[in-house]
């Protein structure tokens, strides 16, 4: 009996068929990175005031004056959401009284934007906030339209998995894809908030889904060197490519609609890809389709420039381990025993909060100092770095150290920042984006580090739970970001305390590094703390390139 490993060693590790397949399904996230934190600048808040309208009877004294001063920030500007009584100014207007010496401002009576708000256009031109006035009383329509686009990502992670393993890799990869491209389109038309919001969660839906879709795909397609780069490295970067150009469309397209069409049209790229992108061999052999599997592995052979042999698939031969293995283990075996109910509750912890600090960090770069297009597009760059400083951690030393420095270094920056004097932003803006690579170094590690903790029979389960935890993070992370309004150094208070407290967390779990993977409940590593209890032992250098472990980060 043979694998599919076996089956495909003649065809090398890196011919140009492997090139072919990781540059395009890398590729094909790229659209993944500015559509995911297109948010940021669809619902840019500019600077606005109450309007007053032109027949009003003011004159101009009155006029400038008729919006309240308050602190913010340190400094008094005009009210966002008051504005004083028109009636009342009209009538000193029209008595000849001044405002300041004739009349004190301060004990007038105050009243909402009753006629609406005048916008700043100095940084965008139109968003979703000032086409729908979504500030003051309605200002947490943004932040839920935010996550609700989580909500998206948090449905499309329950069944990407299940479609694809119905109806295969690659046609879940291009369905989902038009399924992003085209509720996107979909969105451009929106006429209301509401409207906007519900297709935003099916692109979210869709964006999971080909996300996870190519992420099995090529795991399936690539040996097991080359898996190892395109899990951590190919998709993680081309995603931050992506992610760098979303402010770069932003700052020459300034209208919401014309920017999220933008953003929209470069989907339409990746329909030739269907011609050229194969579906997975495994699946198909899983299915019992090994003519066709044996077609792809031909025109494999032939574009590496390789003689294949004259059979390369003899069904009877062929050991397809995935589709003979009996489930026969539940959710509920992640409480099973204390070791890994503790296990899960920590990870589950983890994911939570470092996606909170990721996706918050993301979506506040328009509250930084400075210009949010250069700011956006740091935030982007730093993720590059982190990818790489991960990659060359995960090959070199422990897990529980590697991921509780980057913690701490994520959480300890983000306390500093209100220590910061005001007159110093671009330190704030530097310990932001240092925050930034920590917890984009910890969130590249958590995938790896949490798939070696649990065993084989329920290692899918585990990093899912803590995946779904993950997806709970980023729907909470607006919030956040929100909390800045009322204090501006509160969310990076929070985000810092949590991330420390994560750090610590992770000093607690298991090391596994170096460490056979467990194949078993019992032969699971054990937390500190609790009793000792023996795991056999088995080859580890086999065990860790493992492809199970990079199929079930696709979650």
């Given at each position: 009996?043979?694998?599919?490993?076996?089956?495909?060693?003649?065809?090398?590790?890196?011919?140009?068929?492997?090139?072919?397949?990781?540059?395009?399904?890398?590729?094909?996230?790229?659209?993944?990175?500015?559509?995911?934190?297109?948010?940021?600048f669809?619902?840019?808040?500019?600077?606005?005031?109450?309007?007053?309208?032109?027949?009003?009877?003011?004159?101009?004294?009155?006029?400038?004056?008729?919006?309240?001063?308050?602190?913010r920030?340190?400094?008094?500007?005009?009210?966002?959401?008051?504005?004083?009584?028109?009636?009342a100014?009209?009538?000193?207007?029209?008595?000849?009284?001044?405002?300041?010496s004739?009349?004190?401002?301060?004990?007038?009576?105050?009243?909402?934007?009753?006629d609406?708000?005048?916008?700043?256009?100095d940084?965008?031109?139109?968003?979703?906030?000032?086409?729908?006035?979504?500030?003051?009383?309605?200002?947490?329509?943004?932040?839920?339209?935010?996550?609700?686009?989580?909500?998206?990502?948090?449905?499309?992670?329950?069944i990407?998995?299940?479609?694809?393993?119905?109806?295969?890799?690659?046609?879940?990869?291009?369905?989902?894809?038009?399924?992003?491209?085209?509720?996107?389109?979909?969105?451009?038309?929106?006429t209301?908030?509401?409207?906007?919001?519900?297709?935003?969660?099916?692109?979210?839906?869709?964006?999971?889904?080909?996300?996870?879709?190519?992420?099995v795909?090529?795991?399936?397609?690539?040996?097991?060197?080359?898996?190892?780069?395109?899990?951590?490295?190919?998709?993680?970067?081309?995603?931050?490519?992506?992610?760098?150009?979303?402010?770069?469309f932003?700052?020459?397209?300034?209208?919401?609609?014309?920017?999220?069409?933008?953003?929209?049209?470069p989907?339409?790229?990746?329909?030739?890809?269907?011609?050229?992108?194969?579906?997975?061999?495994?699946?198909?052999?899983?299915?019992?389709?090994?003519?066709?599997?044996?077609?792809?592995?031909?025109?494999?052979?032939?574009?590496?420039?390789?003689?294949?042999?004259?059979?390369?698939?003899?069904?009877?031969?062929?050991?397809?381990?995935?589709?003979?293995?009996?489930?026969?283990?539940?959710?509920?075996?992640?409480?099973?025993?204390?070791?890994?109910?503790?296990?899960?509750?920590?990870?589950?912890?983890?994911?939570?909060?470092?996606?909170?600090?990721?996706?918050?960090?993301?979506?506040d770069?328009?509250?930084?100092?400075?210009?949010?297009?250069?700011?956006?597009?740091?935030?982007?760059?730093?993720?590059?770095?982190?990818?790489?400083?991960?990659?060359?951690?995960?090959?070199?030393?422990?897990?529980?150290?590697?991921?509780a420095?980057?913690?701490?270094?994520?959480?300890?920056?983000?306390?500093?920042?209100?220590?910061?004097?005001?007159?110093?932003?671009?330190?704030?803006?530097?310990?932001?984006?240092?925050?930034?690579?920590?917890?984009?170094?910890?969130?590249?590690?958590?995938?790896?580090?949490?798939?070696?903790?649990?065993?084989?029979?329920?290692?899918?389960?585990?990093?899912?739970?803590?995946?779904?935890?993950?997806?709970?993070?980023?729907i909470?992370?607006?919030?956040?970001?929100?909390?800045?309004?009322?204090?501006?150094?509160?969310?990076?208070?929070?985000?810092?305390?949590?991330?420390?407290?994560?750090?610590?967390?992770?000093?607690?779990?298991p090391?596994?590094?170096?460490?056979?993977?467990?194949?078993?409940?019992?032969?699971?590593?054990?937390?500190?703390?609790?009793?000792?209890?023996?795991?056999?032992?088995?080859?580890?250098?086999?065990?860790?390139?493992?492809?199970?472990?990079?199929?079930?980060?696709?979650?």
């Open positions: 009996m043979r694998d599919y490993e076996e089956v495909s060693a003649f065809l090398g590790e890196w011919g140009r068929f492997q090139r072919l397949v990781f540059f395009l399904l890398s590729a094909s996230i790229v659209p993944n990175g500015f559509n995911g934190l297109s948010i940021v669809l619902a840019g808040t500019p600077a606005h005031r109450c309007a007053v309208p032109r027949g009003a009877n003011l004159s101009g004294e009155w006029l400038n004056a008729s919006i309240p001063l308050e602190l920030g340190g400094r008094e500007e005009p009210s966002r959401c008051r504005r004083y009584r028109l009636a100014l009209a009538n000193f207007s029209a008595l000849g009284l001044r405002p300041g004739d009349v004190e401002l301060g004990e007038l009576e105050q009243e909402p934007c009753l609406g708000w005048e916008y700043s256009r940084v965008y031109r139109s968003t979703i906030v000032t086409e729908w006035n979504l500030v003051c009383d309605n200002d947490w329509k943004g932040p839920l339209s935010t996550s609700l686009f989580f909500v998206g990502v948090l449905l499309g992670s329950f990407s998995g299940q479609l694809s393993d119905k109806f295969g890799r690659k046609n879940v990869l291009f369905a989902t894809m038009a399924m992003q491209t085209g509720f996107s389109f979909v969105q451009v038309f929106s209301s908030w509401e409207m906007f919001s519900v297709f935003f969660l099916l692109v979210g839906m869709g964006q999971i889904s080909n996300y996870v879709a190519a992420f795909l090529g795991t399936e397609i690539l040996g097991k060197s080359i898996r190892v780069l395109f899990c951590t490295l190919g998709v993680c970067i081309f995603y931050a490519f992506g992610y760098m150009l979303l402010p770069l932003a700052y020459f397209i300034r209208d919401w609609r014309m920017l999220l069409l933008a953003l929209t049209l989907g339409l790229l990746c329909i030739p890809l269907w011609w050229v992108i194969p579906e997975s061999p495994r699946w198909l052999i899983s299915q019992g389709r090994f003519q066709e599997a044996e077609d792809i592995l031909q025109k494999a052979a032939k574009i590496n420039g390789i003689t294949p042999p004259d059979v390369i698939l003899d069904p009877s031969e062929l050991q397809d381990v995935d589709s003979q293995r009996q489930q026969t283990y539940t959710i509920l075996d992640l409480m099973k025993t204390r070791n890994i109910l503790t296990i899960t509750i920590m990870s589950v912890i983890l994911w939570m909060i470092i996606s909170v600090g990721y996706f918050g960090l993301s979506l770069t328009p509250n930084l100092h400075g210009d949010v297009y250069l700011n956006c597009f740091l935030s982007a760059v730093i993720e590059v770095p982190a990818y790489i400083i991960s990659w060359l951690l995960l090959r070199n030393l422990p897990r529980r150290y590697s991921m420095a980057a913690l701490f270094l994520g959480g300890c920056v983000l306390l500093f920042i209100q220590l910061v004097p005001s007159q110093f932003r671009a330190i704030s803006i530097l310990l932001v984006m240092l925050g930034k690579f920590g917890i984009t170094s910890a969130f590249s590690m958590v995938y790896v580090y949490t798939a070696e903790l649990y065993p084989t029979v329920v290692r899918n389960m585990g990093v899912g739970a803590s995946s779904m935890a993950s997806r709970l993070g980023s909470l992370s607006p919030y956040f970001v929100y909390l800045g309004a009322y204090d501006r150094f509160l969310p990076y208070i929070l985000m810092g305390s949590l991330t420390v407290l994560s750090g610590i967390l992770t000093l607690f779990l090391e596994s590094y170096g460490m056979p993977l467990p194949d078993t409940i019992e032969q699971m590593l054990l937390v500190k703390g609790l009793e000792y209890r023996p795991a056999s032992t088995r080859n580890s250098k086999d065990e860790e390139e493992n492809p199970e472990i990079f199929k079930s980060t696709a979650f």
